[in-house]
């Protein structure tokens, strides 16, 4: 695959068929490819995107640990905002 780009809107890597660019003579994935004449195009995200490659390794303990945390503050924000009705309270700000 041959790098196209980088595209900041999306956070992401765009990749291109290097035979429909002319890289190349012959690619054994040809038969794989698709058959508009742009070519297979492939995103990839880049290593320091931290929502998907996080400091803390997903299957460890710690990792559950901080999402037993974070799913208690969620539902402790649910109770107050929803179940005591905290969301519906209407507040009149200065010109009112």
Not at 37 to 59: A, E, Q
């Amino acid at each position: 695959m041959v790098n196209w780009g980088f595209q900041n809107d999306c956070c992401r890597i765009k990749w291109r068929c290097p035979l429909v660019l002319g890289k190349v003579d012959f690619c054994s994935c040809k038969d794989k490819c698709s058959t508009s004449n742009y070519g297979r195009t492939v995103y990839t995200k880049p290593s320091w995107d931290l929502r998907i490659f996080t400091p803390v390794s997903r299957s460890s303990a710690v990792w559950k640990q901080e999402m037993k945390n974070r799913t208690s503050v969620e539902r402790l924000n649910k109770n107050i905002l929803v179940d005591y009705g905290l969301e519906k309270a209407r507040a009149k700000g200065k010109n009112a």
